[in-house]
């Protein structure tokens, strides 16, 4: 089981990964002043990029917080177990997030539906819908390019992730051995 140093370095893992998120898009915001207006391309180059880390971000996040769930509530061989089938997150949607979510039973779910605004469920489901296509060089654009949409819900993901799986020690029911 981990000990409060261990809460610490996960929480301190989160946050590492949302300020590299964060410093992204402060160089995004400093690399437009320089952009001559007629590089649209290149500001949609950058947008693209922006929106495949916010894709990226949010499972890395997940998984993330998803490990140090399991680290919390069990150890040993039912810890080595779970990490077995467990090696990285889904490409996250509404769905797949919550499917992961109903692997750990109720309360989760329930509470990954209160979360999950219509807002922030439309985000989550255009930034998966991108995520593949600009991967695969697919040319995207549109309504749909909204790095700054995807950094708020990457925002609101990453506090209630906070919130409900990495949480203080003592917290989460553990599973004896």
């Given at each position: 089981?981990?000990?409060?140093?261990?809460?610490?370095?996960?929480?301190k893992?989160?946050?590492?990964?949302?300020?590299?998120?964060q410093?992204?898009?402060?160089?995004?915001?400093?690399?437009?002043?320089?952009?001559?207006?007629g590089?649209?391309?290149?500001?949609?180059?950058?947008?693209?990029?922006?929106?495949?880390?916010?894709?990226?971000?949010?499972?890395?996040?997940?998984?993330?917080?998803?490990?140090?769930?399991?680290?919390?509530?069990?150890?040993?061989?039912?810890?080595?177990?779970?990490?077995s089938?467990?090696?990285?997150?889904?490409?996250?949607?509404?769905?797949?997030?919550?499917?992961?979510?109903?692997?750990f039973?109720?309360?989760?779910?329930?509470?990954?539906?209160?979360?999950?605004?219509?807002?922030?469920?439309?985000?989550?489901?255009?930034?998966?819908?991108?995520?593949?296509?600009?991967?695969?060089?697919?040319?995207?654009?549109?309504?749909?390019?909204?790095?700054?949409?995807?950094?708020?819900?990457?925002?609101?993901?990453?506090?209630?992730?906070?919130?409900?799986?990495?949480?203080?020690?003592?917290?989460?029911?553990?599973?004896?051995?």
């Amino acid at each position: 089981m981990p000990d409060g140093s261990e809460q610490s370095i996960a929480r301190k893992d989160a946050y590492e990964l949302w300020a590299a998120l964060q410093a992204e898009f402060d160089r995004y915001h400093r690399a437009v002043a320089y952009i001559p207006i007629g590089e649209a391309r290149l500001q949609d180059d950058l947008r693209r990029y922006l929106c495949l880390r916010c894709a990226g971000f949010l499972e890395k996040l997940v998984h993330q917080a998803t490990v140090h769930y399991l680290e919390s509530v069990a150890g040993g061989p039912a810890l080595s177990f779970a990490r077995s089938f467990y090696g990285h997150a889904p490409n996250l949607n509404p769905r797949s997030f919550r499917k992961l979510l109903e692997r750990f039973g109720e309360p989760l779910p329930s509470k990954f539906d209160e979360f999950l605004t219509p807002a922030l469920r439309d985000s989550l489901e255009d930034l998966a819908s991108i995520r593949n296509p600009i991967a695969h060089g697919s040319v995207t654009g549109g309504r749909k390019l909204d790095p700054f949409r995807y950094q708020k819900l990457c925002r609101e993901v990453y506090e209630w992730l906070n919130r409900e799986l990495v949480k203080p020690i003592g917290t989460h029911q553990h599973v004896k051995m």
